[in-house]
């Protein structure tokens, strides 16, 4: 092989190290980092029941990727303090407005709150009866009835448990520290048809009265 043939071969040989080279240290130079844009959502401190009034303390905002916020986030803790939940809420969940709803729209429709295949009752009750006016939307109840046997002799039954307690009056929200007391003289409950009938009977034929079980116990709401 003559010089000439030699040279060639050797810079088309040098020229493909050289291209080598350079792709390889295009590789290894870092890129830069591109900016997202960020932008802040309401998300959940904490798990937040359905029917609980929404407070400051309850949420905080995140920042997270424009593109991920979901059309109906909220993004102003102010606009939603006071609201109602309307569904469960998870610790860490994104506050979406259809989730939520306001006390007056709430109090509107008791029908919205029933759940399927349930039926809701109102029960006259007085101060004594109803635990002195302490039982909020939302508890879980006992009924007991009182009812006078064929002797006149008073005779004291548990006739339902753990009943959810759908409204005190025209009431359907709980009560927070900045609502003046108001005495009450009905408690609405979410009952079986046949379960509604029983306690109307009760209610007719003799006296109720209404245990009310601790929120601290979570089996309750099972």
Known sequence: ??????????????????????TYMQKQTPQPVVQEDLQPVIVAKQA????????AEMVEEMLVPTKTVHP?????VSAIEGMVAIATIAKGETLLINHLQKVEE????????IKEGYRAVALGV???????????????????????DDKDKLISELILEKV???????RMVESDNNIEFAAYSSVTL?????????????????????I?????????AQ
């Open 48 to 55: 937040i029941s359905e029917n609980t009034i929404i407070t």
């Open 1 to 22: 092989m003559n010089a000439k043939v030699t040279l060639i071969i050797s810079l088309f040989l040098g020229a493909i190290t050289t291209f080598m080279f350079f």
């Open 106 to 113: 709430e109090e509107k429709f008791i029908s919205r709150k």
């Open 72 to 76: 109906n986030a909220t993004i102003d």
């Open 164 to 170: 959810r307690v759908l409204a005190v009056d025209r």
């Open 190 to 210: 979410e009952l079986k048809a046949l379960d509604a009938v029983k306690a109307i009977n009760a209610s007719e034929r003799g006296n109720i009265h209404f």
């Open 126 to 148: 007085n101060f004594v009866q109803s635990v002195s006016n302490l039982i909020e939307p939302e508890d879980y109840v006992d009924v007991i009835a009182t009812i006078k």
């Open 212 to 220: 009310v079980y601790s929120k601290v116990n979570s089996k309750v």
